[in-house]
């Protein structure tokens, strides 16, 4: 199983200011990854794909990069409604694909 | 505009069965591969079962295979999970996700149900 570890657990950050969250894989994933967002009470929401692709309807304030064990979520000015929980996913290994355990970005 | 929306969840006792619903909208259901992912009382996501467009291919979490059954039927957009033999550590929030075209991240996910597995 490929293990996803991000860092760090809890981040904090105040509105405005950028954010960088990371992503590591045990194994290279190639470019196979995928950032959520998830807030209190809702579903996940894709926001990354293919490490750099934003999803439809994503601001471009959030960007990916990384590629083969090492991905990078930045969030270039945050604003409010960006505090939640963000988790990564690898899907090369599909359909084994696995999470990190989620950085809960706050304010600071 | 996608819809998921799961039903089916409540509480159950340990060994006891249930089945989750996810009724889909908004797109052409039949051209999708479809996903069942947990979320434990707050702990991260875990992948628990996928089917192809067609059924052809279903895959499994270790932690559930031989216990679940995902299923769908794409003349009612619906995706199902029977699960039997339920125990403790099945609690969890369900959601029923959306596999990407072409690709095996989740685009579209339901807003979850849950399943308490408690005696």
């Known amino acids: 199983e490929i293990v996803m570890t991000q860092s760090p657990a809890t981040l904090s950050v105040s509105p405005g200011e950028r954010a960088t969250l990371s992503c590591r894989a045990s194994?290279?994933?190639?470019?196979?990854l995928a950032w959520y967002q998830q807030k209190p009470g809702q579903a996940p929401r894709l926001l990354i794909y293919?490490?750099?692709t934003r999803a439809t309807g994503i601001p471009a304030r959030f960007s990916g990069s990384g590629s083969g064990t090492e991905f990078t979520l930045t969030i270039s000015s945050l604003q409010s409604e960006d505090f939640a929980v963000y988790y990564c996913q690898q899907y090369n290994n599909w359909p084994r694909c696995t999470f990190g355990q989620g950085t809960k970005l706050e304010i600071k | 505009e996608v819809q998921l929306v799961e039903s089916g969840g409540g509480l159950v006792k340990p060994g006891g069965s249930l089945r989750l619903s996810c009724a889909a909208s908004?797109?052409?259901?039949?051209?999708?591969?479809m996903n069942w992912v947990r979320q434990a009382p707050g702990k991260g996501l875990e992948w628990v079962s996928s089917?192809?467009?067609?059924?052809?291919?279903?895959y499994y979490a270790d932690s559930v295979k031989g216990r679940f059954t995902i299923s769908r039927d794409n003349a009612k957009n619906s995706l199902y999970l029977q699960m039997n033999s339920l125990r403790a550590e099945d609690t969890a929030v369900y959601y029923c996700?959306?596999?990407?075209?072409?690709?095996?991240?989740?685009?579209?996910w339901g807003q979850g149900t849950l399943v308490t597995v408690s005696s």
């Open positions: 908004g797109f052409t259901f039949s051209s999708y591969s």
């Open positions: 293919g490490a750099s």
């Open positions: 194994q290279s994933v190639s470019s196979n």
């Open positions: 996700a959306r596999g990407a075209a072409m690709d095996y991240y989740f685009d579209y």
């Open positions: 089917i192809s467009s067609s059924s052809s291919y279903i």
